[in-house]
């Protein structure tokens, strides 16, 4: 499998060397790289308190929150827009290595019955190795399942950047990026990965799943998925390697059809760049799309409008929007995310202008036709999240954990058509 490439966007949001440290004086041997990996990832097992989340709206407005404190991931409540929250309820029995960064957080959904989903990513001993974990709340969020795994093989191999979506009437589907089939391409030379989409579907709201599916082979192997329950079923929006290393984006409905092109950048890099996309569907059926590229075609974050389309079927039309661009190139813009309700859809985004993080959203009002104007929400001095927008009839917020001011929830102004 070709690595993964960390590109200025994502260094930006990194910390500083240690005090005392110092750079590599040269090349280090196999054996020294391989140690390095184990450490680091070591380090990232142990991480107690970081700072990536999950948040979610339920039918009666109310803000889902899940961290992890502690080693521990927890689940909290708020009615009244982040200004206070229920006593955190704990998901994980025990301590256990929640991953939860940028690219990979918890996920947390919440069916028209009230019953709460929380999927996420639990690392393992090897580097990059990982299982993916489930558990739901029938009681109204006061007490969880036991968790279980949902990657059906168990070979300490990638299982990765899940993807949660419900449909509120018992249908449960998680997607993630999964490499089991690594061991049998030990010779494969081609530039394409060893790691595919996998997805697992539940129809008795979580209580059992179905064994896994291959949605698709050849992902890029280290950019988050998405996944929206739409009029047709659940559809995954991921970052996929199209010919021999062209990393553009895919759709594909879970129940079956081909994977079907979306973004035409032709980036072809020789890695993955840590950086994934987002997919909601307004209520006319539309689906938008927003990525980060830096491809031939175009660089930089774009939002996209797909057309009700049948993705079951080959010769599927697709009526696409052209790419719109959004953010500052200049202060970095990236790691974009959607909501949509009805026919207003909510972007978010963060910046770094070489000092201070930034959050920033748009907003549409007639289902991606008109957008008003970016609005700045907060800056962040320190470490700070990726942006989470949360949409209903009745709010428009956008979801932002930083290091120095902690989490906030930040209301955007409504947009005129």
Known sequence: MRGCII??????????????????????????????????????????NPLAVGAALDAQGRLWLARVHERRLLVSHSADAGGSFSAPVAVTPQAEAVTADGENRPKLAVGADGTVHVSWTQGLTKPMSADIRYARS???????????????????????FDALAVDGKGGVAITWLDARSRSDRTANKSPQTDVGLYAARSADGGATFAPNRKVAEHSCQCCRTALTWSAQGPLAFWRHVFGRNIRDFAIAALDGGPVLRVTDDEWEIDGCPHHGGGIAEDGRGN?????????????????????????SKTAARREMSAPLALGDAARQAGHPAVAAAGDRVLLAWREFDGRRFSVWAMLSPDAGASWGAPQKLAEAAQQADYALPLLDARQALVVWNAAAEGLRVLPVAEAKP
């Open 7 to 48: 590109p200025s966007l994502v260094l930006a949001g990194l910390l500083p060397l240690a005090a005392g440290a110092q750079p590599s004086a040269g090349p280090a041997s196999a054996e020294d790289a391989a140690a390095r990996r184990q450490q680091a990832w070591e380090a990232r097992l142990a991480e107690k």
């Open 138 to 160: 029938t009681d109204g969020g006061k007490s969880f399942s036991a968790p279980i795994v949902v990657n059906d093989d168990r070979q300490i191999v990638s299982h990765r």
């Open 287 to 311: 689906l938008h799309i927003v990525w980060y590229t830096d491809g031939a075609r175009r660089k930089g974050i774009f939002h996209r409008r797909v057309a009700q389309t049948d993705f």
